[in-house]
């Protein structure tokens, strides 16, 4: 469309121009248009307007080439553009996604390494109450043994002074023996 040069199709036009006015004997000045062979001013106009017509429907027809092929252009470029949004739609979508994934991994990698210390605590605690224990009844035990060590020894000293000083009676009697 409007691109043309001067050997594009107008160049016909000049060709057609130039021969008739410088065709036959009077070189287009009164020559004999009825001889034999020559055109006439209507056959030379209705060539002229069936080149117009010619290189007219060229243009409608690159006309709409062109305008066909740019909109397969911002077609495909809106295409383009759309999955472009969509690509980084979907890849925000994803991170998204591992962030999440991420925390809630770290979450109960935190609340694993709690339940596995408070499971440590508990034993350390049990172990320590169970050794409390056993340490009372050591302790008991061992009071207890002391207390009948002490029994038994006061009674053999008790045994012991009896037999030492003899016969003995805690209240004697009036009476004389």
Excluded at 29 to 58: C, D, K, M, R
Excluded at 164 to 169: D, E, P, S
Aim: aromatic residues 8%; negative net charge.
């Amino acid at each position: 469309m409007g691109d043309s040069t001067g050997f594009g199709g107008e160049w016909i036009f000049a060709f057609l121009i130039i021969a008739v006015l410088f065709g036959g004997g009077g070189f287009g000045f009164g020559g004999n248009a009825a001889a034999a062979g020559y055109a006439t001013t209507a056959e030379v106009q209705n060539s002229i307007n069936a080149a117009l017509a010619s290189q007219n429907a060229q243009n409608i027809l690159l006309s709409s080439a062109n305008n066909n092929y740019e909109t397969s252009r911002l077609i495909s470029d809106q295409n383009m553009n759309m999955m472009q949004q969509n690509n980084t739609a979907l890849l925000a979508a994803i991170n998204g996604f591992n962030a999440t994934n991420q925390s809630i991994a770290a979450g109960f990698a935190s609340v694993n390494q709690n339940i596995s210390d408070l499971g440590y605590r508990m034993d350390k605690c049990c172990c320590e109450i169970k050794t409390q224990l056993l340490q009372d009844r050591l302790q008991d035990a061992q009071t207890a043994l002391n207390q009948q060590f002490t029994q038994i020894s006061n009674a053999e000293q008790s045994a012991y002074l009896l037999n030492v000083m003899g016969k003995w009676v805690a209240n004697p009697s009036a009476v004389a023996l």
